[in-house]
């Protein structure tokens, strides 16, 4: 380990890895527009946080835009209809979740008027206080689109009350296949900018830049363009690798200031928007458009017409393949069903699975695109060790982790690892590290949730003893007076009865 | 020769006597590690290791009689907490295999007869006299104490169902 860690000393500067990025040419197709399917699902949990409260009633007729479910809770953000027509049920649909497992969703049939509810817009954004901003941004159930979903209300207000001095506008996009964020920048720069303004006045945040990988000139031209007039925005060329997109590699690269492990980037003077999320932050506050559509890359080697469509927030990923031409011969050489991209996107059983909020791309990888077979025994080459971004050792803790020996890995910073998956990429064992990890920190955090169920029992049991001793002395104080108000009773009527002779 | 007999001997004895006074002073009452592990443990003496309460689990489990994960309620997280502070290796897979259980009422079969929420060790019942009765299933530890005296057999131990935030990803296989 020694040696390891002087190792990555020498290559520290060699984070990350080249996959070969596939963007094209479903970056350079022009964006499509899906029509409204007939039924949508929407779940009521797309976003990091509390799961959202529907109030709607079966049956009930909702415009396009109205309120479905309200959030809950501090961290947490409401979903809206993305049609006008009737709420059908509320059921339980496949998540968009490697587990399979189903989650509870709201069920829209979409009656084709597509017509809007009320919408409260606002000329001057810049005239509203940046609290006001914050509430219409939560109120439009917007989170960050880059994947991660995290109410971006939460995350403005956060930096306010931080006094953060720059805001980070993450247009990398470096996930391989995918290119919506490419997309938008191209056909979109001058609405981003509009949104970044936005937030960076909501935000407080005196200087912006917008980070953009160097594999998307077009997007950079763009941008640069639409971002000339603006003196406090600052369009940035960096290097294409991945994971350049993650929070603290991108903030490292822009400003060359270093996230400490166990600190977010709010703590450093600085936050993170996806350029998405700069997009949908625009739209709630000019035109007070909730998030109800999204852009989505459709690609891989199964798929006829590969490019980006607008889709509306609950379609089933089966109905998007079907509009985007099908898979080649009906799916017969697919390998891997994936929802976001192919480094840290999930695998999915089938393709009904809605789309949600944080769905960044529908990939349908062929059997050549996909990594396969039987893992070997590693060799201690060390690839895993240069190419993690973080800093870990994946080798050591997945050794760990397969022995169980679980704090050990813990010990090895298992907890800093973004599960961004460069380790598994280059190790030439084909060893399923990530695989490891995740299962790691699930573990964990299943043993952490059952320590604190012991601890409530123990509380819970403790109180009962009390209880049970409370109940018997009381039972027993009041035995005792009822006792001592027969003797008392009894006293005088046998006073009376001495008195009455007298 | 002699001073080595002599030097020796002097040793002997005087270690012995520390030894004895070490005996004497320092004994302990009790052992402090039963204590210790006692502590970890649910505390609600629910009887589903086998052993009369939490405490006689923990004497045997120090005595090497029992083993860490004998207790369900406490699962992997109390098992790990176990072996780690008895430097014990423990095989963590035979846990997760049949998973946790909790007991559920049947509200069609339940006659109000508040037999079952007399004797749950964590107040998990709740119900009053000819009412249904339910089980908080965050309370609930599965120790199996009312199903049996349940006159109805309204009450029956269920898995507890799998949920998208307590899913854990499965570790992989070989290699
Ligand atoms: S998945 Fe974790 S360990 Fe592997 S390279 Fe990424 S951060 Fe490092
Ligand atoms: S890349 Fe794979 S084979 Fe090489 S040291 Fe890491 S885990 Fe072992
Ligand atoms: S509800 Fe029944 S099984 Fe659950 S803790 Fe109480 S007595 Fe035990
Ligand atoms: S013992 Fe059975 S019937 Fe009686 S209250 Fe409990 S669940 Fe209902």
Same mark, same amino acid.
């Given at each position: ?37 007939? $039924? ?31 959030? /809950? ?79 971006? %209300? ?65 997007? *950079? ?125 999930? /695998? ?53 982790? $397969? ?29 399923? *590290?990530? /695989? ?27 109180? $009962? ?38 | ?99 946790? /259980? ?14 079952? %929420? ?58």
């Amino acid at each position: 380990m020694g040696i390891l860690t002087t190792f990555k000393d020498w290559f520290g500067n060699d984070w990350g890895v080249h996959p070969d990025d596939r963007k094209r040419p479903a970056a350079d197709a022009a964006v499509r527009v899906m029509p409204v399917p007939e $039924r949508l699902w929407l779940p009521l949990q797309q976003h990091l946080g509390a799961p959202a409260r529907p109030v709607v009633l079966v049956g009930q007729r909702v415009k396009k835009g109205q309120l479905l479910a309200e959030a /809950q809770g501090a961290v947490s953000a409401p979903v809206h209809a993305p049609t006008s027509g009737t709420v059908a049920a509320i059921a339980e649909i496949t998540a968009p979740h490697p587990s399979g497992l189903t989650l509870p969703a709201i069920v829209v049939d979409a009656d084709g008027a597509d017509e809007w509810g009320e919408r409260v817009g606002c000329a001057d954004p810049f005239a509203l206080a940046p609290d006001e901003i914050g509430r219409r941004v939560a109120a439009a159930g917007v989170v960050g689109l880059g994947g991660a979903a995290f109410p971006s %209300s939460v995350k403005l207000a956060g930096a306010a009350r931080a006094g953060v001095a720059t805001l980070i506008v993450n247009g990398s996009e470096c996930e391989p296949y995918l290119s919506c964020d490419d997309r938008l920048m191209r056909d979109a720069a001058a609405a981003i900018v509009d949104g970044i303004r936005i937030m960076r006045h909501a935000s407080g945040a005196a200087r912006v830049l917008v980070g953009i990988e160097d594999n998307k000139p077009e997007a *950079l031209a763009a941008m640069a363009a639409a971002a000339a007039s603006c003196a406090e925005i600052r369009v940035c060329r960096v290097p294409a690798r991945y994971p350049m997109g993650s929070e603290k590699q991108l903030i490292q690269a822009l400003s060359g200031i270093e996230v400490p492990a166990d600190s977010r980037p709010a703590d450093v003077g600085v936050i993170v928007h996806n350029v998405g999320t700069a997009l949908a932050v625009r739209a709630a506050i000019r035109d007070g458009q909730p998030l109800i559509s999204r852009l989505l890359t459709v690609n891989g080697g199964c798929v006829v017409a590969p490019g980006n469509i607008e889709v509306r927030l609950g379609t089933l990923a089966a109905d998007v393949l079907a509009f985007a031409g099908g898979l080649h011969g009906d799916g017969l050489g697919l390998a891997r069903r994936l929802l976001g991209g192919p480094m840290m996107g999930m /695998q999915i059983p089938h393709w009904r699975v809605p789309v949600v909020k944080g769905t960044s791309g529908i990939l349908a990888l062929a059997a050549d695109e996909a990594a396969a077979g039987d893992a070997d025994p590693c060799i201690r080459c060390a690839s895993c060790v240069r190419a993690c971004p973080v800093g870990l050792l994946p080798l050591e803790m997945s050794a760990r982790i $397969r022995n169980d020996a679980l704090d050990a890995a813990a010990a090895l910073g298992l907890a800093d690892c973004i599960a961004c998956g460069c380790c598994a990429y280059v190790c030439p064992s084909r060893i399923p *590290l990530v /695989q490891y990890f995740q299962h790691a920190k699930g573990e964990l955090a299943a043993r952490e949730r059952a320590r604190l169920r012991t601890d409530a029992t123990r509380k819970l049991a403790a109180q $009962r003893q009390e209880r049970l001793a409370r109940e018997a002395s009381e039972k027993a104080a009041a035995a005792a007076r009822r006792k001592a108000e027969r003797a008392a009773q009894q006293s005088a009527a046998e006073k009376l009865v001495q008195g009455e002779p007298a | 020769m002699i001073a080595a007999v002599l030097s020796l001997t002097l040793l002997g004895a005087l270690l012995g006597v520390v030894l004895g006074c070490a005996d004497r002073f320092l004994r302990v009452e009790g052992n402090p590690l039963v204590d210790e592990i006692g502590a970890l443990m649910p505390g609600s003496n629910c009887g589903q290791c086998g052993f009369p309460g939490c405490a006689g689990a923990a004497a045997a489990i120090v005595a090497g009689s029992a083993a860490p994960t004998c207790c369900p309620p406490g699962g992997k997280a109390l098992a790990a907490a176990v072996a780690g502070r008895l430097g014990l290796a423990v095989d963590l897979s035979a846990l997760a295999d049949d998973g946790p /259980q909790i007991a559920g009422v049947a509200e069609e079969l339940c006659i109000g007869c508040c037999r079952c %929420s007399k004797v749950c060790p964590t107040d998990a019942i709740v119900g009053a006299a000819k009412q249904i009765h339910n089980v908080l299933r965050e309370a609930c530890t599965g120790c199996a104490n009312c199903v049996d005296l349940c006159p109805t057999e309204a009450l029956l131990l269920q898995p507890v169902p799998p949920t998208l935030p307590h899913w854990v990803m499965p570790k992989p296989l070989g290699a």
